[in-house]
């Protein structure tokens, strides 16, 4: 289940960076700063979201429907 955790975890905190413009420093020093929290408690805090699998779930049905995109009908 851990390591579950954690890629849910890295998938959210690579999409928050996306959405960040300038330098990272300051947010990655705030988050990496919260301390000991349950993942869903540390996930609230560090991108205003609760630990979920949706985000993952989103992104892999939009890869799949580009993939049918740019596959040829038959």
Known sequence: A??????LIAFK????????SGPMGVEFERICQLGALTPD???RQAVGAP????????????ALEKAEKAV???
Not at 2 to 7: C, D, I, N, R, S
Not at 13 to 20: I, M, Q
Not at 51 to 62: C, G, R
């Open 41 to 43: 408690a540390w996930m």
């Open 72 to 74: 040829p009908a038959r």
């Open 13 to 20: 905190v690579e999409g928050h960076f996306a959405k960040l």
């Open 51 to 62: 630990l979920s699998a949706q985000p993952l779930l989103d992104a892999a049905a939009a």
């Open 2 to 7: 851990a390591p579950t955790l954690g890629h």
